[in-house]
Each structure stands twice: as C-alpha cells, then as structure tokens.
C-alpha cells in the first residue's frame, strides 16, 4: 500500500539556517508526492509537487524537494529559514487505485528561532 | 484551482447532537473527500464522496456516525451524528478539480468543539 513516513515530529532551526524535513515514501508505482504547509489556525496550502517529471521539484516561499527513487524519499528543504515559515508541514501521497486520493504523513512541526 | 467554502467554519455542540457540515464547489468536480484533523494529528480521510452513489468509507468511519450526502456535483455535506468530545476535530473538504489537476485542494475546514 502506498503510504509516507515524515521522520521527526518537530524540527527546530535558527533563523538564516537550512531546514530539511524528511519524507519516505512507499510505493509499488511512480507516486504523485505533495508537501502541503498549515499555519496555526489556517487550511492547508499546497507548497509543491511531484508528478514524475523532474526530479528536483521548486515550490512557494523558497521550498523544494528532490525526489530520490533509489533513496524513496522525498525531502523538503529551504536553504535559509525565515521566522514566518513557522508552521507544520505534511508530506502527502496520493494513491491512483481504485479511484484517487490523498494520504498524509503524520506532519512536521517546524520552529523557527531569532 | 478551485475555490472551495465551507459552513459553518467552527461551532461548539453539546454532546449527543448532530452538526452538519457544508461544502460547496465553484466547479463541477468528481468525486469530494472528507477529512478530520484531530487537536495536534494530521489528516485522516473519513470517506469519498461521488456524486449519484453511497459514499466510501475509510476503515475506521462509519455511515451512520458521518452520513455523507453528495446531491450534486458542486456540493457535500458532511453530518457528525450523536457527538461526543472525541469527536472534536477539524473536518475539511477537499476536491482535485478540472482534469489536468493532480493535488487536492482543501477548504479551511470546521473547527467543532463537542463540550
């Protein structure tokens, strides 16, 4: 069954370094791959996607991630943290059988610190 | 993209009682999911929801907890039946709209709070 595993509840980073939030994926075909953001008290917004063309994927507010086959990963990096990128992030899949729909990570908390 | 409301966006219920769930489209699409979202938890997909059939369940979800209708291909409503506090989450809407979409897009959710 395909599914995502995002490693690490929270992640803490000062403000200017880079942040890197982990996601494996598990899939048996090439997957579609999201990385969604929600600040507090708010919806869910789409930072970027993978939809199996290239492989390094560039997104909203300085985000991207490169998808690794040989590693099934799917890593969301940003190279300097700004204080306003405080908020959880979830990696997501969506799964193509039987119909479609998307499954969640069980989501990141990222801080960010002055 | 689609733009998607739903109503109310929060609401505090007694126990025991129902609270329904809008959602509404500003197009046409397929197939409508509901998720919930408990305190500090990711999403959880509750079910699918075709428009002229039953609505899938998620392992987990009952119908007669969170019937489901889908009258049309714009709008959904989602019922929390005979709530308890556990039940207090967020439940969001969320749709893949137009053909050439492969990312869901979420409405802002409903904040209930079953005291």
């Known amino acids: ?114 | 993209s689609a733009v998607i409301s739903q109503k109310p966006s929060r609401d505090i219920c007694q126990r025991g009682t129902s609270l329904t769930i809008q959602c509404q489209v500003d197009s046409q699409v397929t197939m409508m999911f509901w998720y919930r979202q408990q305190p500090g938890q990711s999403l959880t997909l509750i079910a699918t929801a075709n428009q002229g059939s039953e609505a899938t369940y998620e392992s987990g979800f009952v119908i007669d907890k969170f019937p489901i209708s889908r009258p049309n291909l714009t709008f959904s409503t989602l019922t929390v039946s005979n709530m308890s506090p556990e039940d207090s989450s967020i439940y969001l809407c969320s749709v893949y709209p137009g053909t050439g979409n492969t990312e869901a897009f979420f409405g802002q959710g409903t904040r209930l709070t079953v005291v």
């Not at chain 1, 940003?78 to 069980?106: L, Q, W």
Request: glycine share 8%.
């Open chain 1, 1 to 114: 069954a395909q599914s995502v595993t995002q490693l690490g509840s929270h992640v803490s980073v000062s403000e200017g370094a880079l942040v890197l939030l982990r996601c494996n994926y598990s899939s048996s075909v090439p997957p579609y791959l999201f990385w969604y953001v929600q600040y507090p008290n708010q919806g869910l917004q789409l930072l970027l996607k993978y939809t199996s063309a290239a492989t390094l994927v560039k997104g909203i507010n300085g985000f991207e991630a490169e998808f690794k086959k040989s590693e099934t990963s799917f890593h969301l990096t940003k190279p300097s943290a700004h204080m306003s990128d405080a908020a959880e992030y979830f990696c997501a899949v969506r799964i193509n059988t039987g119909g479609f729909k998307t499954i969640f990570g069980a989501g990141t908390r990222l801080f960010v610190k002055a």
